[in-house]
């Protein structure tokens, strides 16, 4: 005997397949939402009218190359030791990634959190470590709490080199090139729904998702429905995970140890107010002031399309070094660097 549940998943798909109408562009900016789309073969599901596009939800990708180059600089110029997430390992500089530059003797240290990285600098206290704080809102807090426990420890060999970004400023940059978000999850329990159901009122639509198949199916049938009204809307699809207040204890943290900055993003350009740095009171833990490091010339390989990608104006299988030139194993762009990254995903599951 079918449940509810069942019922209800069997109705949200029949919406999702079945639509006919005008085109309709749902963009996630989510990597674990584009991966768990193409692991679930949603994608296979879609009518023709109906296009599921992958935007700057990785935040591996979303980094550019600007700051690849600021900590080779460290690592290579100033001899600190970078601790880092594995992934960011391989993504290409303008002339070479960490990997490489731990190969010509570089300390590089990968690392499963920003207080393993604290941890590291205080066994380490001959050593100045770095680590090299990525993401948004989600990983945010972890770094804060970082420099909090590095300051309550009295270690001055510890700073963070930050690339941390919020999403508002992109969910605004990128709504010309959809209808309606799929939301992060992740990102909206710390954030909460407030400012999301505000963006009605500059005409942008979308739903907050989980991350299993029923969520998912649940969140693009909603987009559906609610499109054919013809009004922008907001509905949280996640609510046993996120609320409209979101995280106060998170909020709180990154609000002490951080405060908002204009920001680069691959693709994206530079967008007001879309990062993160620490406060001048915490100016003795931020890499940059610590070592004085320049600007840099950096250059993102030219044939590379990630910046496109993230965009949505074009797929991973046309730029014309995916699958060739760019792959897992030799990645050119940040894009198939990270398991969150589209073109990664692409190659994982689709076939070239």
């Not at 993504?91 to 690392?111: E, H, M, N, S, Y």
């Not at 207080?115 to 704080?133: G, M, N, T």
């Not at 204009?262 to 915490?282: I, Q, V």
């Not at 002031?289 to 390989?301: G, T, V």
């Amino acid at each position: 005997m079918p449940t509810k549940t069942n019922e209800a998943l069997q109705k949200a798909r029949a919406i999702v397949t079945g639509y006919r109408g005008k085109p309709l562009r749902i963009m996630e900016v989510c990597g674990t939402h584009t991966h768990e789309i193409f692991r679930l073969g949603l994608r296979q599901l879609l009518p023709v009218d109906l296009t599921l596009i992958s935007g700057p939800g990785c935040p591996v990708c979303v980094t550019p190359v600007r700051f690849i180059d600021e900590a080779l600089y460290l690592a290579l110029q100033c001899h600190v030791t970078i601790c880092t997430f594995g992934d960011l390992v391989r993504v290409p500089g303008t002339k070479q990634d960490l990997g490489a530059a731990r190969a010509q003797g570089a300390r590089v240290q990968v690392v499963y959190t920003p207080l393993d990285a604290v941890s590291y600098a205080r066994e380490h206290p001959a050593e100045d470590v770095a680590f090299l704080a990525v993401g948004f809102e989600t990983t945010t807090p972890a770094a804060c709490l970082a420099v909090k426990r590095a300051e309550a420890l009295g270690l001055t060999n510890f700073t963070l080199l930050t690339a941390n970004k919020t999403m508002d400023a992109a969910y605004l940059a990128m709504s010309g090139s959809c209808d309606a978000y799929l939301y992060p999850g992740h990102v909206c329990a710390i954030t909460g729904t407030k400012k999301l159901a505000a963006l009605t009122s500059q005409g942008i639509s979308g739903v907050v998702a989980g991350f299993t198949a029923s969520e998912l199916l649940t969140a693009l049938a909603v987009i559906v429905e609610k499109s054919r009204q013809g009004q922008p809307f907001f509905v949280n699809g996640y609510p046993r995970v996120v609320t409209e207040a979101g995280s106060p204890a998170a909020q709180k943290l990154v609000q002490t140890y951080m405060e908002p900055c204009d920001a680069e993003w691959r693709g994206l350009g530079t967008m007001k107010a879309s990062g993160l740095a620490l406060r001048p009171a915490f100016a003795r833990f931020d890499a940059r002031k610590r070592y004085e490091i320049p600007d840099l010339d950096s250059q993102a390989n030219p044939a590379c399309r990630c910046g496109e990608i993230l965009q949505g104006k074009c797929l991973p299988t046309e730029c014309p070094l995916y699958g060739k030139l760019c792959t897992p194993e030799h990645p050119v762009g940040a894009c198939m660097v990270s398991r969150e990254g589209a073109c990664s995903a692409y190659y994982q599951y689709a076939a070239l």
